[in-house]
């Protein structure tokens, strides 16, 4: 191997004089910065960069541009498919609480004595509302509109991906600007 650096004097041999050994430095390819806003690890002579009197230094915020190009329609429907199941457990859970509450103020009995009065004859009791409205006939009702929920709102979710990613395809998507919090 070959040095292509040229002839290198040694180090205190060539003066006569005795001088401890300097350490080698590499030639730089560029010179360091210099001045005020040179970084700590520079070689500004080892001062550090003084603020300016009445000047705030406020964080600067990053700030990041997206584009929503493409929605998975199999992701799209997962989970839509899930907030949905979500939803449709919401819906059973307060139509029962909704039931509990109105038998225990004794809704059910006032407003169904009244129709059955106002609807009975002579001969027969009118419209019983309480048997009507009992506990498992509404569990069943709310179960299955809970189902037809579910079921619709995947398919619509689902579609709304797919006619989403057509009409990016012309438009070019929903622009998002994302900051990081300060």
């Known amino acids: 191997m070959t040095d292509t650096r040229g002839p290198q004097p040694a180090v205190g041999a060539d003066t006569g004089e005795d001088k401890p050994a300097q350490p080698y430095h590499p030639p730089q390819a560029y010179t360091a910065p210099s001045g005020p806003g040179t970084p ?101 009702f709310t179960s299955v509109i809970a189902v037809i929920d579910v079921v619709l709102a995947t398919a619509l979710a689902t579609l709304g991906a797919f006619i989403y990613n057509l009409s990016a395809g012309f438009v070019g998507g929903v622009e998002l600007t994302l900051a990081e919090d300060e």
């Not at 520079?42 to 929605?71: C, D, E, F, S, Y």
Request: with cysteine.
């Open 40 to 140: 700590r690890g520079g070689t500004g002579g080892g001062a550090q960069r003084k603020p300016r009197p009445g000047v705030r230094t406020a964080p600067r915020t990053r700030k990041a541009r997206l584009r929503v190009a493409k929605a998975d329609p199999w992701s799209v429907m997962k989970v839509s498919f899930l907030l949905s199941i979500a939803l449709g457990i919401c819906t059973i859970v307060a139509a029962v609480v909704l039931w509990m509450v109105m038998d225990a103020m004794g809704v059910f009995s006032t407003v169904g004595g009244t129709i059955s009065e106002a609807t009975g004859s002579n001969e027969g009791n009118g419209f019983d509302l309480q048997s009507f409205l009992s506990l498992p006939r509404v569990l069943i």
